[in-house]
């Protein structure tokens, strides 16, 4: 075949316009469908990202506002809600056993005199673990400037998100974050931490745990006398009697 031969067939090809339009539909429409099904997929992801912000706003909101000490019963029915709030089942998969959504709630306080956050109490539902100490570490970065002595409510949301259509985008881990001052009160309680020491100042017999002897706290547990007569001033003279 020569090249003047290729090229009238080309233009013969470039200017023709009879067809089918069931063959053409036949080619169209797959397109369509894929392209259709990535960009529902991808408003999806992001739709349900955002109603799990929502719904850990929520949740922190909440429990900034409690001002009585909360028990275990309360995060099983705050699990309940995130799962109502972002329509998620909060029940193990019977299959693989992992929950689709978890829920982490952590308590933080800033110590000044070491410059860090310490983790008062943790509690979490779901596959993650509670948060400790040390694992503030990944967090720094997103927490605050406080007061020495403040705290912080974090408020974290984890969701297995699986995508209808499998066009573009592989099935997902969606999480969220948090934080949030207490609003009525300086520090939010959690009975399951009231046994740990807190090192809190005098008078403050209801934070969670004992108090430290030498902060002269009427719930101070390493003191060497019931009567607190050897707890130490401020101006470091003891409190023993003359």
Not at 75 to 81: A, E, H, I, Q, Y
Not at 117 to 136: I, K, M
Not at 185 to 211: F, H, I, K, R, T
Not at 217 to 241: I, L, Y
């Amino acid at each position: 075949m020569t090249l003047s031969a290729i090229k009238t067939r080309l233009h013969r090809f470039r200017t023709e316009t009879d067809g089918y339009a069931t063959l053409e539909v036949a080619i169209m429409i797959p397109i369509l469908f894929v392209l259709f099904g990535a960009a529902w997929v991808y408003f999806d992801v992001f739709r349900q990202q955002t109603v799990n912000q929502k719904a850990n706003y929520a949740i922190g909101d909440m429990v900034s506002r409690e001002t009585e000490v909360l028990e275990d019963e309360y995060f099983d029915n705050t699990f309940k809600l995130l799962g109502v709030l972002t329509r998620n089942p909060v029940l193990p998969d019977e299959l693989t056993g992992l929950f689709p959504a978890d829920l982490r709630i952590t308590v933080v306080s800033y110590k000044e005199a070491n410059d860090k956050f310490d983790v008062e109490w943790s509690v979490a539902r779901g596959d993650y673990p509670a948060l400790e100490t040390q694992d503030l570490n990944n967090y720094t970065e997103r927490l605050p400037n406080i007061a020495n002595g403040a705290e912080l409510i974090l408020v974290e949301t984890w969701e297995d998100y699986n995508p209808v259509f499998r066009v573009g985008l592989a099935p997902l881990e969606i999480r969220t974050y948090s934080f949030t001052h207490p609003r009525y009160a300086p520090q939010v309680l959690y009975a399951g931490a009231m046994g740990e020491n807190n090192g809190w100042g005098n008078g403050d017999q209801d934070a969670p745990g004992s108090s430290l002897c030498t902060n002269n706290a009427e719930n101070a547990t390493d003191c060497t006398n019931e009567d607190g007569s050897n707890n130490v001033e401020p101006n470091g003279k003891s409190k023993s009697k003359g």
